[in-house]
């Protein structure tokens, strides 16, 4: 089994930025790909930034430029830095592993005020 814990939500004014942190512990070996996914209200959960083993990025569109998703293999983290926030990135942020199954962390909420 995998745990995710999410760490670094918050309030935060439009232009400023947030730094999440996800844990992950248990059955480590079993992670390939990490990243995040976020849920908006009334919205579908949706892919933000995801990071391979081999450190591959990839980005939503609407973060790209922004956002800047790492790992660290070594301490079985996966941190994501977010810049200039705005209003639309408001929503609960999910830490997320994939290997035979998918995992995810329990969520933490990111408010960005106008």
């Known amino acids: 089994q995998v745990q995710l814990v999410e760490s670094g939500g918050g309030l935060v004014q439009a232009g400023g930025s947030l730094r999440l942190s996800c844990a992950a512990s248990?059955?480590?070996?079993?992670?390939?790909?990490m990243g995040w996914y976020r849920q908006a209200p009334g919205k579908q959960r949706e892919l933000v930034a995801a990071i391979t083993r081999a450190g591959v990025p990839n980005y939503a569109d609407s973060v790209k430029g922004r956002f800047t998703i790492s790992r660290d293999k070594a301490k079985n983290t996966v941190d994501l830095q977010m810049n200039s926030l705005k209003p639309e990135d408001t929503a609960v942020y999910y830490c997320w592993g994939a290997g035979a199954r998918v995992y995810w962390g329990q969520g933490t909420q990111v408010t960005v005020s106008s």
């Open positions: 248990g059955s480590i070996v079993r992670v390939n790909a």
